[in-house]
C-alpha cells in the first residue's frame, strides 16, 4: 500500500468543498460494481444541509452509512442507515466521507480541533480540521474496514451483510493502474482550496464593508461590519462544536460625579476605556457595543480558565489605569460564560452582567 495521503490543516469552508467533490464522485455513472458510502456529519443540522445528496447516494450505493451525534433516531433517506455517535467519543469529532467501490475509492478523514481561524468569515467556516484526502482504493478501503469495525455493532445486519459483499468484492480486484494520476490532482486540489477560499473571503469581506443594509448596527468596535452573520445568527450552524468564551463587560466611569465624566473630556475617556477594552483581544476575537457602556466580547476556542483570566484581567487593567492617572477613572463588571450553544445566549449573558452590578461582583460566571 503507498504512503498515507499527508495531513493539513483545513478550515470548514475548503472541507465543504471536498467533501462535495467526493459525493459528485459516488453520483457518477460507472459500471464499477456495488458501492458503500459512509459519511460522519458531526451534527444533525450538517446533514439536513446535504440530505437531497443523500437521497441520491442511497439509490445507488449497496449500503450508505450516516453517522452523527443525536439523542434519538434522526429521519433519514430511504436506503440510509443511520448511526448515533456519543458526543465523548473520538468518531464524533470526525468529518469524514469515504466512498468505496471494486474500481475505485475516495476519502476525506479530518478531525475536528475545536480551534478557529482568525479573520474567517463566519465561526463555523473558521473552524479547524486537521485533514487528509486521497483518491486512491486500497486507502478508501482501510477506512471502510476502520469505520465497519468501529462502527459495526450499531449497524443492521443488512447494512453489515451489503458492506461485507462490497470488501469481498474490492479484495478479489487489484487497484486501478494510473489512480496516484487522480490522487495527485485531488491533493493539489486540495491544498489550492484554502488559500483560494481565504482570499475570496477577503475580497468579498471589503466589497461588503459599507455596501451590505443587513450590517446597520452589526458592526463591532474595529468598524468591521457583519457581526452577526459571523456569530452564527445565518446559515447552516450547530450546538455541540466550536467552543466560544462570551463576555459582558460594563465600563462604569468614576470621575466627574455621579453622572461621569461628561463633553469632551467624557468623550475622550470613553474612548480611551474602548482602547483598553479591546487591547486584550486576541487576532480573530470580536467585540461589540451593547449598550450605552455595555460591551459584548466573543472569544474563539478560548477555554474556562484562561476566560476567566482574561475576565480578571480586565478589572486588574482598568485598576492599573485608574491608579496610574485620573483620567481613566473607571471600573468594569464581566459576566462571562464558555459556551458551544447555537444560537450564542447573549441575552442571558445580558441578564447575569446586571445581576454581576446590582451584587457590586467584579466578575460572575454562567453555565451554558
Known sequence: MPDSPAVQRLTKKTLVTVSHALEQAALAAAEDGPMVVVALFQRLPYFERERQVYERIATRAAVTVVGLVS?????????????????????????????????????????????????????ESGRLFDGRSSFRRDEALHEVLRLRSQLGDRLPPAALSAMDAVLDRVRELPATPGESRADAALRLFTARAEPDHTRAQAGAHRQKQGMDPDNAGDTDLSGEPGVGRWAGTTGVTSSGVLPVAMLAVRITHTAGGDGGPIGRTGTRQHQAAVELLVSRLRPGDRAIKSGQDDFTLFLPALGQDDAVAFAYGLVADFAAADARSAFLSATVTVALTVTRRRPLPEEALRQALQWAVTQNAPVVTIDS
Do not use: C, I
Open 71 to 123: 439523542e434519538q433516531t434522526p429521519d433519514v433517506p430511504a436506503g440510509t442507515y443511520p448511526v448515533l455517535l456519543d458526543e465523548k467519543e473520538d468518531l464524533a469529532r470526525e468529518w469524514t466521507v469515504v466512498v468505496l467501490t471494486p474500481r475505485f475509492g475516495a476519502l476525506l478523514v479530518a478531525h475536528d480541533l475545536e480551534r478557529f481561524q482568525p479573520g474567517a468569515a463566519t465561526l
